[in-house]
């Protein structure tokens, strides 16, 4: 049985967590895997995004796994770290959207797996928390600075220090998950999400993910020109061409990334 599952539906690629023994805690293996199927996901044209969920009914994942870190050394804990900061960069630089659809509990590196992805869908039985400060540590994967961007210093902090859970209404409230379903709505309605994407140029989302993305690290007028290097090179494509004559013809483009 492989600690991964990828399944295509449509033009989304899922890749689903398979660890439901251990509520699919994120052993080295898996993600090691995540990170070369999102790598690999980069090179093939058609797949327009990418959803990340995990199997089973309790967990989209409750964590790093630790029995496996408990057996590491000092140094193989801070690899163990890294591996999991590298995926966020993975996820982070590539070029699809990345959707996390969570249920059942998601803490910890769990959190911070979700956290790096770009959009956050959750069941309403979804429970979301850090608990590493009640272990004697804080979240050593990005998790802190992440979170942090996402809903300021004050409330990050209330997550944070506190390690207390929540659930997915104060998740969506605190703008977390940007949408909250009932179970069984998760699936299909994170596979329409990125169905809806399909009305835009490929190249055009990943110009604008790679300036939203990049534009947080700069100031306003450098986060500008950023955008403006990244948008004008679109006017010349095939895309912006069939998005024009779509647009005088009345009927839907047809965006083929080129």
Not at 137 to 156: F, H, I, M, N, Q
Not at 180 to 195: D, F, K, Q, Y
Not at 207 to 224: C, E, F, Q, V, Y
């Amino acid at each position: 049985m492989t600690v991964l599952d990828a399944e295509r539906h449509g033009s989304a690629l899922v890749l689903t967590m398979n660890r439901p023994e251990v509520r699919n805690a994120l052993s080295n293996e898996l993600v090691a895997a995540l990170r070369e199927a999102v790598r690999t996901a980069e090179n093939i044209r058609d797949v327009r995004g990418i959803v990340i969920t995990g199997a089973g009914d309790q967990a989209f994942s409750a964590g790093t796994d630790l029995k496996e870190r408990t057996k590491l050394s000092q140094t193989g804990k801070g690899a163990q770290s890294q591996a999991l900061l590298a995926l966020g960069e993975e996820i982070w630089r590539s070029s699809k959207p990345v959707v996390a659809a969570v249920f059942g509990w998601c803490l910890g590196g769990g959190l911070e797996l979700a956290l790096a992805c770009d959009l956050r869908i959750a069941a309403e039985d979804a429970r979301f928390g850090f608990p590493e400060m009640r272990l004697g540590a804080y979240p050593g994967s990005g998790g802190p600075v992440t979170l942090t961007r996402l809903v300021g210093a004050a409330r990050a902090k209330d997550l944070l220090f506190t390690a207390r859970n929540f659930d997915a209404q104060e998740a969506e409230r605190l703008g977390i998950v940007q949408r909250v379903v009932p179970r069984e709505r998760l699936s299909g309605t994170a596979l329409a999400w990125i169905a809806e994407m399909e009305a835009t140029s490929p190249l055009a989302l990943a110009a604008l993910k790679r300036s939203i993305n990049d534009g947080l690290s700069l100031s306003l007028p450098d986060a500008a020109a950023l955008d403006q290097t990244l948008r004008r090179p679109l006017d010349a494509t095939q895309d912006y061409a069939e998005g024009m004559r779509a647009h005088f013809e009345k009927r839907r483009a047809v965006f083929t990334g080129r």
